[in-house]
């Protein structure tokens, strides 16, 4: 089967991870990369092999031989670009935060289904396979149920070679959406639908105007229970002494896996005394795995072989819960979805 044309819209540092996987998969083929920046736009098509470059991502669209599109800009533009695209007959893939309001993420969803293409989310946590351990022993009762899912994560706002829009809220709603939708959609995946969301949000940091300092408490259907800190208000260079992920429940906790020579390894504590479970498992670990296996997902859904494993409504449920969070943050309010 002849691979897949391929077409990039945005040459920063997200296309780093999936340029990457499209030039090393045999399923498709990188045809074009558009770019305000030209310098950049030229310097990835060459790198990566594309015959052509361009400013305006309308010239890209109009190429006959781009199939889909892969959207890898801020996520306030993510919404028009991923409506002509669909509009031009391109399937899509597009970078998380889906969009910044719940109207530009059905419009994009609606765009996709009146073309009848695949819009695919980039959530490629869901290809992570530590965070698929994490998940599959929580489901099994590992720990019981109800579980609370901890999610801590502190650092300063995303440094060179990434863009200083990210904390900028003209174009960012800084951490929570840019890198927390990843944590939101994977517990969703893991619990389900969300019940309540309750939250603290507010800038502390030095560094830009975007809400950098975000606790949220996210109430699942299903009874379980997700804290996560997300953190961008500490000083460049500056990590905290506590982060990481783990998995708390009335008969123990799970661990995030540690590396292996060869894979990896998850550790369930339960029982009187802290009994210990070591649980070995294939993982590659690192984001070089990951995308490909995202990218291959995103063309057997194209090719009808598969279905997106991030569609545009779990993008869509994702940010519905960032909003929830600053809601809940100004109102006061434990806020319920899903949101009027």
Avoid at 4 to 10: A, F, K, Q, R, V
Avoid at 39 to 66: F, N, P
Avoid at 73 to 97: F, N, S, T, W, Y
Avoid at 216 to 223: K, T
Wanted: hydrophobic share 40%; with cysteine.
């Amino acid at each position: 089967m002849r691979p897949l044309g391929i077409g990039m819209i945005g040459a920063g540092a997200i296309s780093n991870a999936h340029l990457p996987a499209v030039a090393s998969s045999d399923k498709t083929r990188l045809i074009c990369v558009a770019d305000i920046n030209e310098d950049l736009a030229a310097q990835k098509a060459d790198q990566y092999g594309a015959s052509r470059h361009v400013t305006d991502y309308s010239d890209l669209l109009a190429i006959e031989e781009v199939e889909a599109v892969i959207i890898g800009i801020p996520a306030g533009l993510h919404a028009q670009v991923a409506v002509d695209a669909c509009e031009a007959g391109k399937h899509v893939m597009v970078e998380k935060p889906m969009a910044r309001t719940l109207q530009e993420c059905d419009a994009m969803i609606a765009a996709a289904d009146r073309a009848g293409k695949v819009l695919q989310v980039a959530m490629v946590r869901r290809f992570d396979a530590d965070w698929g351990k994490m998940r599959e022993l929580a489901l099994a009762g590992k720990v019981g149920r109800p579980c609370v899912w901890r999610r801590l994560a502190q650092g300063s706002p995303p440094q060179p070679p990434y863009g200083a829009w990210y904390s900028d809220c003209r174009y960012s709603d800084g951490p929570l959406a840019e890198s927390g939708a990843h944590d939101f959609d994977f517990v969703r995946y893991t619990f389900g639908d969300v019940k309540a969301v309750t939250a603290s949000t507010r800038h502390v940091g030095h560094i830009g105007d975007v809400q950098d300092m975000n606790i949220v408490i996210v109430d699942f259907d299903s009874g379980d229970q997700m804290l996560c800190m997300w953190c961008w208000s500490l000083p460049p260079g500056c990590s905290a002494g506590v982060a990481g992920l783990d998995v708390m429940g009335p008969d123990g906790v799970i661990l995030a896996p540690s590396r292996l020579e060869d894979g990896a390894s998850a550790c369930v504590v339960n029982g009187p005394g802290g009994a210990q479970e070591t649980v070995p498992f294939d993982s590659p670990r690192d984001g070089a795995y990951w995308f490909p296996g995202q990218l291959d997902n995103f063309v057997e859904s194209i090719r009808g072989q598969q279905t997106p494993r991030a569609t545009g409504l779990d993008g869509r449920k994702a940010q519905e819960i960032v909003l929830a969070a600053f809601e809940s943050s100004k109102t006061g309010r434990r806020i319920d979805l899903p949101l009027s």
